[in-house]
C-alpha cells in the first residue's frame, strides 16, 4: 500500500490568495484526520471525517478554512483567504476505525503564506 | 483541557549514548502512545500502552507508562544517527480526539 498521500509537498503562496491541500487516504480506511503542525502550537487537530462525512470541525481555526470529502478515497483542506499565520505544515492521517486506532500520517504539505 | 508536557523539548548526544524522554500529563491518560517523526516525514506510531506500571520494549527503545497513569517515559540505549526526530507522545482518551504533547527534538550525531 502506497500509504496516505498528500499533495502538494510544498506550498509558496502569497497573502490572500487561495490554498488547496489535497490527501488520499490509505484504503478501506474510515476515518480521515487533518491537522495542522506548527512549532508554537504542536500538533493540532483540525477537522475529523468518518465515513466521509465530517464529524467533528471544532479544530477548525476560522471560516477561511473548509474541509471536504467528497468520497472514501480524497479529501482537500482549502484556506481562503490565506493569512501568513497559516503557515504551518498541514497532515493528513487516516485509520480503520478512527477510535483509539492507528493514524497513519502523510508525509505533509508545508505552507508558506508571503 | 488535558495538557501534555514533554521534556526535554531538545536534547542532542553523541552516537552511543542512552537518553530518556519524558511525558506528563495533567490528567489521567486514556491510552498513551508515542510516535516518532522524522524530518520531512508525518509522525510514526511506535507503541500504544494502557495498563498502569506497563513496559513495553521495541528493539533498543524502553517504554514505561507511570502507575497512576500520568506519565510515562521512552528510554534509547545506544543512540544511532537514525534516531533522530521528533518524539510525540499522544492521548487517544478512548475517542478520535488525540491530544499530542509539545514533542522532544532528538539529535543523535554520528
Known amino acids: 500500500d502506497a500509504g496516505v498521500i498528500q499533495s502538494p509537498r510544498h506550498e509558496v503562496t502569497e497573502m490572500g490568495q487561495e490554498v488547496t491541500l489535497r490527501c488520499k487516504p490509505i484504503s478501506g480506511h474510515n476515518s480521515l484526520f487533518w491537522y495542522r503542525q506548527t512549532m508554537m502550537r504542536g500538533l493540532e487537530l483540525l477537522i475529523y471525517?468518518?465515513?466521509?462525512?465530517?464529524?467533528?470541525d471544532s479544530g477548525m481555526p476560522e471560516d477561511r478554512f473548509s474541509a471536504k470529502m467528497p468520497n472514501a478515497s480524497f479529501s482537500t483542506l482549502k484556506i481562503q483567504p490565506s493569512e501568513p499565520r497559516d503557515s504551518a505544515v498541514y497532515f493528513c492521517a487516516s485509520s480503520l476505525s478512527g477510535t483509539v486506532d492507528i493514524q497513519y500520517f502523510g508525509a505533509g504539505t508545508r505552507l508558506s503564506v508571503l | 483541557t488535558q495538557l501534555l508536557e514533554q521534556s526535554p523539548q531538545f536534547l542532542s548526544i553523541q552516537e552511543g549514548e542512552n537518553l530518556t524522554v519524558y511525558c506528563n500529563s495533567s490528567s489521567v491518560f486514556s491510552s498513551l502512545q508515542w510516535y516518532r517523526q522524522e524530518p520531512g516525514e508525518g509522525p510514526v506510531l511506535l507503541v500504544t500502552?494502557?495498563?498502569?506500571?506497563e513496559v513495553k520494549k521495541l528493539k533498543r527503545l524502553t517504554f514505561q507508562f507511570g502507575d497512576a497513569r500520568k506519565d510515562s517515559s521512552l528510554h534509547i540505549t545506544a543512540a544511532q544517527p537514525g534516531d533522530t526526530g521528533l518524539y510525540l507522545c499522544a492521548d487517544g482518551s478512548g475517542t478520535y480526539k488525540y491530544i499530542f504533547g509539545t514533542g522532544t527534538r532528538l539529535k543523535v550525531l554520528a
Open positions: 500502552v494502557v495498563t498502569g506500571g
Open positions: 471525517f468518518n465515513n466521509n462525512v465530517p464529524i467533528d
